[in-house]
């Protein structure tokens, strides 16, 4: 498995369309799996291929240790309204509160290529419609008022020095232990 870089806000790729997936293949089986891999390094809930570089239409996520592989998600239902912060590992250290549905069921296929359909609430449906948007390439960002989103971006301008490339690469702890290594020697 490998570990992705994450695209950051103004690459491209977050803006753009996805395409929905023909069928599951071993090469797209892999994206998933390394897409989990780099999830659970960004210490995250969800992941969408477009923050990975991918134009394929779906998502991982965990929350409550409940690993999730939607794709091609489509929303069934969506229920009520709720109020919650939301953070995007594309544009880390930028918060803000977001009115979602408070509840979802969304179908899809799962890793396998089965249908399968995930009734939500509370934090996985939040993080559900958030991994949806990204392949819609919508941003928590554009759910803000006019002030807060401006008062976002401004942070962000300061924020996004720290990638040049527009791309955040992870250090595992499997790096971390090479670095200390190397200093040692
Ligand atoms: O898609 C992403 O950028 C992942 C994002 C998903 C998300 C977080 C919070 C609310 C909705 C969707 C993250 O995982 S950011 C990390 C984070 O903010 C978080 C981590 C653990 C628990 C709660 C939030
Ligand atoms: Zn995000």
Redo the contacts with the bound molecule.
């Keep these: 498995m490998s570990v992705l870089d994450i695209h950051v806000l103004g690459a491209p790729i977050l803006r753009q369309e996805t395409q929905p997936v023909a069928a599951m293949t071993p090469e797209l089986r892999q994206l998933v799996d390394d897409m989990f891999e780099t999830m659970y390094v960004a210490?995250?809930?969800?992941?969408?291929a477009p923050?990975v570089g991918r134009r394929e239409r779906l998502f991982v996520a965990d929350v409550d240790d409940q690993p999730l592989v939607l794709v091609n998600p489509e929303v069934v239902l969506a229920e009520g309204t709720a109020r919650g912060e939301?953070?995007?590992?594309?544009i880390p250290e930028i918060y803000g509160d977001v009115d979602r549905a408070a509840r979802v069921v969304m179908r899809g296929l799962d890793r396998e290529g089965r249908t399968i359909e995930v009734e939500a609430t509370e934090?996985l449906a939040?993080?559900m419609q958030?991994?949806l948007d990204?392949l819609n390439g919508k941003l928590f960002l554009d759910h803000l008022g006019l002030f807060k989103r401006r008062s976002a971006m401004q942070k962000w301008e300061r924020e996004k020095a720290k990638y040049p490339a527009l791309r955040r690469a992870l250090i595992t702890a499997k790096d971390l232990a090479e670095q200390h290594n190397e200093e040692a020697l």
């Design positions: 210490k995250g809930i969800g992941l969408a923050q939301e953070g995007c590992l594309s934090l939040r993080c958030h991994e990204h």
